[in-house]
Structure formats: structure tokens, C-alpha cells
């Protein structure tokens, strides 16, 4: 059984771009989760899709936002990327949302 | 508050002993709290979870105890290898309220295990 894919793997960006990353839940997971996982602040949720509607999100500002496909494949976009956006952003998919959280690898973003 | 606290930061064992960490709580209206393993350059793995109606869980070498009047759990590693050396998160989660739930653990901030040989 596949686990949870995200791409890429690496990424450098130059403060002011934006940035689009990837994830591939496990089959037959319809809920997508993503967080953020800084040294400093650890891990804190941004928001979660199911059936292509947000139904969560977290404290972060308008700059982050995602969108997840009928196929439950998921995306997530910064724009006007900020230095403190360097982290490591992970991506988790259950059936439904209410626990058995499964984690992908992660995509590790630096921002110059 | 929908905070979790965990201690320690770093914890340092030989090998064959027993690890302990430590989580609190202090939102009720949690009723999941899972354990990840996470090691470097990956993403966090569920090691082993429980819900509050039991008061230990053990998977392995792995146990989850569970005090709920105290609103702390812990998990505790048995026989402890250099092969756990890792980061341990504790977590948790309000299943099936809906609403802002959804997909969301609040994770405590993790203690770094080092298991000399």
C-alpha cells in the first residue's frame, strides 16, 4: 500500500515568489491535512481538506492557502514568500478526518 | 487551551533501558492521543495511539499510559535500542465533534531520545 507522497522533496525560493507544494494521500483517504514544522515553533496545523472543501484551518495568515482535487490529491500554496516560511511542510490523510493520522515525508522549503 | 505540554526536551538512556516521556493536557474534549516517531528527514510515523475509556495500551515494546482525572499520559519504551533514537511527539485530537476537529492534532513539542549502545 503506497503511504502519503509529497513533491518536492527540496525547494529553494526567493523571498516575494510563491511557492506550490504537492501531496498524493493514501488511497481511499479522502481527508488531507498540512502542517508546519519549525525548530522553533514545532509542528502547528494549517488546514484540511475533505472532498475538496476546507473544512479546517489554522492561525496563519491569508498568504497560505490550499486546494484538494476530486481525485483527493491535494496542494498548498504560499505566496509572497517571507524568510520565516523556511520549514518543513507535511502533509497527513485519514479516511475522514477524525484520527489515524498518516504522514508523508514531507517538502522541505527555504526561503532566501 | 488547546495546548500539550511534553517532557523532557532531550532524554539520554543506555540500551536495554526504559524510556519515559511525559504529555499534559488541559482541553477535556480531547479523546485521541497518539504517539509519532520522527526521524531526521522524515515525516512523523504513528508509533502508537490511545482513546481515554482505557488507562494503558501496549503495542511491543511500546506503552501508553493514560491518566485521565490527571489529564497526562505517557509512553513508555521497554528494552530501549539505538535503532529508537529519535524524535517522539505526543499529540491529540477531539474526534467526531466536527466542525474545527477536522484533521487537526495539537502536538507537544517533541523530546529528542538518544539510546547509546
Known amino acids: 500500500k503506497a503511504g502519503v507522497t509529497q513533491t518536492p522533496r527540496y525547494l529553494i525560493k526567493t523571498r516575494g515568489q510563491q511557492v506550490t507544494l504537492s501531496c498524493s494521500p493514501i488511497s481511499g483517504h479522502r481527508s488531507v491535512s498540512w502542517y508546519q514544522q519549525t525548530p522553533g515553533q514545532g509542528l502547528q496545523f494549517l488546514f484540511e481538506?475533505?472532498?475538496?472543501?476546507?473544512?479546517n484551518k489554522g492561525n496563519f495568515p491569508g498568504r497560505f492557502s490550499g486546494r484538494q482535487f476530486s481525485n483527493s490529491r491535494s496542494e498548498m500554496n504560499v505566496s509572497t514568500l517571507e524568510l520565516g516560511d523556511s520549514a518543513l511542510y507535511l502533509c497527513a490523510s485519514t479516511r475522514t478526518g477524525d484520527g489515524g493520522y498518516t504522514f508523508g515525508s514531507g517538502t522541505r522549503l527555504t526561503v532566501v | 487551551q488547546q495546548q500539550v505540554k511534553q517532557s523532557p526536551q532531550s532524554l539520554i538512556v543506555q540500551k536495554g533501558g526504559i524510556s519515559i516521556i511525559n504529555c499534559a493536557y488541559e482541553?477535556?474534549?480531547?479523546?485521541?492521543f497518539p504517539w509519532y516517531q520522527q526521524f531526521p528527514g522524515k515525516g512523523p510515523a504513528l508509533l502508537i495511539a490511545?482513546?481515554?475509556?482505557?488507562s494503558e495500551k501496549k503495542e511491543g515494546r511500546f506503552t501508553i499510559s493514560f491518566n485521565k482525572s490527571a489529564k497526562q499520559f505517557s509512553l513508555h519504551i521497554m528494552d530501549s535500542q539505538p535503532g529508537d533514537s529519535a524524535t517522539y511527539f505526543c499529540?491529540?485530537?477531539?474526534?467526531?465533534?466536527?466542525?474545527?476537529?477536522?484533521?487537526?492534532?495539537?502536538f507537544g513539542q517533541g523530546t529528542i531520545l538518544t539510546v547509546h549502545p
Open positions: 499529540a491529540a485530537h477531539v474526534a467526531n465533534a466536527g466542525g474545527t476537529s477536522y484533521g487537526k492534532l495539537t
Open positions: 482541553n477535556t474534549a480531547f479523546d485521541y
Open positions: 481538506y475533505f472532498s475538496e472543501t476546507q473544512r
Open positions: 490511545i482513546r481515554p475509556d482505557v
